[in-house]
């Protein structure tokens, strides 16, 4: 019986017309089904025979009931299992998918697709709610609706004219169902998913795997549709180049954005590689992340550049916006978030350079690969990283929130659920896409010490990669069994040599020395002995070999026929004397006649007669050695038909033999020039091209030179990556504005920096006359020392703006290790810094007036004389105008660019980030110090209002840190007295004050008082535990009236505010919970739930919320925007003060009481205020 396999219409998707189909035949004998077969068929389908129907028609197609039952291609294997009394069949197929049969209905009973290489990417649609894009590295595109209730894994499988790993993924913002993708073969295409018709590719490939895809508004030359919302297609290739693709014409050439950038910006130096972009949301600025670990945002559409974020000194992975944040991962494992509002809607005259994160993430022990920002919450951010975790983050206070430990192998994709806050899937090495929760994670830091992934592919590679120490190591041993020193081009090198010429070995090689390094003594002198002992076989067989080589080895002969002509027997030699002689005579009588033919048929040189032409005139012995070259030739002896044609004087011949079988060498080409210029020239070609074969780089570079051909001998050198002797060659035969010198120095360069030498590659940048990337590649090594050396090198090469920016952050580095005097110097090297030499001044007064109060303890590694505390009452600011007149020339008679005004316009241009509560002290004080300048300059203007403003900022700053002691300390020094208006005491002034600047007093003195009562109350309770008599230590003319001053404290409009955004908080907490419960609850499919319910609904809590914001839009503006201590616990501070003082009146403490019974909500507070109450 033959059974002939129809060929069916394919469904659910187009034939690509440059894929053959092809077939894959399977064929399963179902069990218990003696009469039925079941095959696979062309298109993925499966069929049921029936062998004993009769008819044409004898099969039946699996899944005809609904759409998309059937695999997409061919079928590989297919098993039968009877269970629940249901006959199943199980398929595998090409499409990567397993599906699972009932024969009975022949319909799909479930699908379960499956990848088959590392997701790279995974991206929610903005339009399609829970439509989820995988790309894989096995040539395909997954689009997973993830929403769906019927199917759990409803996927659809894009393969058409892709044909490599799926690398990067981005979904149209506007246009539903557009999907673009980069692969790892450089090419960019769009998918539409709802549509079976096979991609769109862009014409302009990238060179290397496509990283990255962005949709953003289009930068000229491409220019957007009038009345038309119209978006570009941005990729990012591993070579550096961002290019930008019109998603309507993929056909025409893409444009390069560096371009643009350079002509906006006026860029003259090399621009560093590009790895990553992000369109901020709403298309106005982008960012670019670049190798060398700076990030530029730029302005669209023009591009110019807005600022430079030089946080990183790694390769920049990943960038992500949310809405003015920016959070940028790298090869580093410290995530950074910059906020970046004022510089958008405020943009300075120059572009500033930021080197203070506004928040700092750390936790990671190996590269972060991407980044998701959470849709749902106020910045929470999740991040992947090698060290095979996800973590999710809380990035205002800096916490961390869960991490997830489920996969095997580093992470390389993440994003945020878009309709549950809190679920994140994430993919990477392990083949695997995965769901998970963050409120069920164990864990909330990733793991410390050695990197989960790295450790375990370490413990592979040691499993494969052991050797034999002897051969593993490299090593020689000589005759007299001592270790031989390895050689490099023919020379010894030394263990220190080794270290200055070897690159970064990889793990393989690490492990391989320290195999053979640990090689025992006793085994060394074990090999010595045994080579000793035979040393005296040895060196007879050596003495043997000697001897039989000294032996003459009879050379070949150049003329074998001739010679063997001449061997013959005597009569044959009697006859050759009689022809010859007939010859020769003949000759003689005719030698005036060239013409005379050779006298009865014996022509010498030929045939029988082939050795006389050794002995006769010239003609006879061209044919002699026409005729030993043709048999040479055909022995293979060419060595001895160049010589031949040499001594027939074919120069050009014996050139020509050589050069076609590969055999020149020098000998012949020194004879060269005798057949001429060109032939000389063409032979020296030729011995090039061989000697390059034969990896003969550096001899074949000085033949090229013997011929003149300078460039092409440094070509050939660079080509090679012989960069070391292409320079030197190019330095010493080009001239100096060659621009062949500049590319040989900065292709070294580029190789050096590849490899990690930046200080190498600095000196060739240099060489080129690249003083700007000299000075970026030496940064890159982002510690002092390089930020220091880099700084130099641009001030001395007239890089001014990028000296001044590299000794900023090298300065603010001392700063922050408290290495008072290298700070400054840095900076006083370069023009145009003096508002941060004053910067640094407040900042280092104000460090040793806090380790002086022992508020932080003493870490300074170096302090100017002008610094060290100085006695009696001075303010901090009568201090700072004191050193600023004395060392920097700094007053309020200064003019021009030392003036107070320009100084203060050039501080406010300075970032400054709000400091977090895991800043470090000296973090701290930087940023504080920033705001203390600022006063000092206003002080200087006359400014009052100003000056309170400044003021107040730099106390918030200090409090918002959650460093009680350091604010307490500041105010302190700021304030002796305990009064604003008295914060001189060697130049008083009556201020004269705005209502903003009135009502900033008002908090800055609350703030005050509120740090004085606790120094009073923990002075007194420490002097009545020790017994003594409590010491009242304010008094009223130390501080004015205080229990006037004290009613700031207890202000009833700021307990109303700070009131309700407790239960705001409470509120979004309560909504979390009712959140979660649903979606256990959801889960449970309706178990009973043992637990208490809360009473509250989803929309009375809405009601509540509506409450509260309508009562906080009531209050004034002031009470919002200079906020105050914590009203509440003023109040119970003030009656616990009370008990011990008499200085805290009735009436306030009957008020303390009032505010309490209003405001006091939480546990904490309500225990603590019962002890008053009651």
Known sequence: MTLKLPYLKRR??????????????????????SNQL???????ELVVWDLTRSGKQRWTLLGTSSDGQNHSRIVFNMSSVLQDDRELLISTSMDREIKCWDLSSLDCCWTLPTLGGFVYKLAFSPVGAGCLALGVGDNMIRVWNTLTTQNQYDTRSFWQGIKSKVTALAWHPKKEGSLAFGTDDGK??????????????????????????????????????????????????????????????????????????????????????HTDLSWKPDGKVVAIGNEDGCVDVYVAPPLKLLCSVQQHHKIINTLRWHHDLLASGSSNAVVYVHDLR???????????????????????????????????????????????????????????????????????????????????????????????SISK?????????????????????????????????????????????????????????????????????????????????????????????????????????????????????????????????????????????????????????????????????????????????????????????????????????????????????????????????????????MAGFSAWQRAVQAFVQQLCLQDQHLKAASHLLSINQVHEAVELLLTHRLYREAATLALARLQVDDLALRRVYSSWASS????????????????????????????????????????????????????????????????????????????????????????????????????DAAAVSPSCISRHSWASPAGGHASLLDRVR????????????????????????????????????????????????LHLTAAALCWLLDDDAQLVMCLWRAVTSLTDAGNFSVSAGICRRLFPHGDVSAFSTKRPKTLHLTDDAAHARDSLHAAILFHRLYEHWWTHETTDDKGGKARDVPRLQDGGVWSGDLALLVCERHAALQDSRRRVSEIQEQLSAMVTQHRHAHASEGQEDSGKRSDETFLSLSVKMSTIQRTEDGLEDDVKKFPRPDVVECCLLLLHVSRSSAFVSESLQERAKELLRKYARTPKSLNASQRFLT
């Open 12 to 33: 659910g998707s187009a034939l690509d017309p440059g894929v053959k189909e092809r077939l894959w035949l399977s064929v399963l004998w179902p069990r218990g089904r």
């Open 38 to 44: 079941v095959s696979s068929c062309f298109s993925g």
């Open 188 to 273: 960019v295409g769009i998918y539409d998913v709802f549509s079976n018709k096979p991609p769109q590719v862009s014409s302009s490939y990238h060179r290397r795997t496509v990283y990255t895809l962005a949709w953003g508004p289009p930068v000229p030359p491409m220019t957007s549709v009038a009345g038309k919302a119209c978006h570009s297609l941005y990729s990012c290739g591993g070579e550096g180049v961002i290019l930008q693709h019109d998603p309507a014409r993929l056909s025409g050439d893409a444009s390069d954005v560096d371009s643009l950038i350079r002509d906006s910006n006026n860029i003259r130096h090399k621009l560093s590689p």
């Open 342 to 436: 004022a510089v958008i809607e405020n943009p300075p005259d120059s572009p500033p350079v930021l080197t203070e994160p506004y928040r700092r993430l750390c936790g990671h022990t190996a590269k972060i690969t991407d980044m998701a920002w959470s849709p749902h919450h106020d910045a929470r951010l999740v991040t992947v990283s090698y060290d095979g975790t996800a973590q999710v983050w809380d990035v205002l206070q800096e916490a961390t929130v869960a991490n997830y430990r489920g996969h095997t192998g580093y992470l390389l994709c993440v994003d945020w659920s878009p309709v549950d806050p809190d679920l994140v899937w994430t993919g990477g090495k392990d083949f695997t896409v995965q769901e998970w």
């Open 441 to 673: 994670q164990e864990f909330t830091k990733p793991p410390t010490g050695k990197k989960l992934v790295e450790l375990k592919e370490k413990m592979k590679q040691k499993k494969k990669n052991k050797k034999k120490p002897t051969s593993a190591g490299g090593a020689m041993v000589s005759a007299g069994g001592a270790m031989a020193s390895p050689q490099v081009n023919g020379e010894k090198v030394t263990n220190e040599e080794k270290a200055s010429t070897g690159q970064e070995a990889s793990g393989d090689e690490d492990e391989v020395g320290s195999v053979s390094s640990t090689t025992p003594a006793a085994a060394l002198f074990e090999t010595q002995k045994k080579s000793s002992s035979s040393s005296s076989s040895v060196a007879a067989k050596i003495k043997d070999r000697t001897d039989l080589m000294m032996k003459r080895k009879k050379p070949r002969s150049l003329l074998p026929l001739s010679s063997s002509m001449d061997q013959r027997p005597r009569e044959d030699q009697l006859q050759d004397c009689v022809s010859l002689s007939t010859c020769l005579s003949t000759l003689r009588r005719h030698d005036a006649d060239g013409q005379t033919p050779p006298p009865g048929g014996c022509v010498p040189g030929e045939g029988r007669h082939l050795n006389l032409g050794l002995y006769c005139d010239r003609a006879a012995l061209h044919r002699l050695l026409h005729s030993e070259e043709d048999a040479h030739l055909e022995a293979c002896h060419f060595d001895s038909v160049v010589y031949l044609r040499l001594w027939s004087g074919d120069l050009q011949g014996a050139l020509q033999l050589a050069t076609e079988r590969g055999e020149l060498n020098d000998h012949l080409l020194s004879l060269a020039p």
């Open 752 to 851: 050096l920096e590849k490899d990690g030498h930046f200080s190498s590659a600095a000196k060739c940048y240099l060489a080129a006359g690249a003083v700007f990337d000299a000075a970026k590649v030496i940064a890159r090594k982002n510690d002092v020392a390089s930020l220091r050396a880099a700084a130099d090198v641009a001030r001395i090469g007239g890089e001014l703006a990028l000296a001044r920016a590299l000794a900023l952050r090298c300065s603010k580095e001392l700063a922050a290790a408290q290495d008072w005097v290298a700070a400054q110097e840095v900076v006083m090297c370069h023009g145009g810094l003096k508002v941060h030499q004053l910067h640094l001044s407040v900042c280092e007064l104000a460090a040793a007036a806090l380790e």
């Open 882 to 929: 004191d050193v600023w007149e004395e060392q920097f020339a700094i007053s309020e008679r200064s003019t021009g660019s030392h003036g107070a005004a320009a100084l203060l316009q050039e501080l406010r241009s300075m970032e400054s980030p709000t400091a977090s509560t895991h800043a470090s002290v000296a973090q701290v004080l930087l940023m504080s110090s």
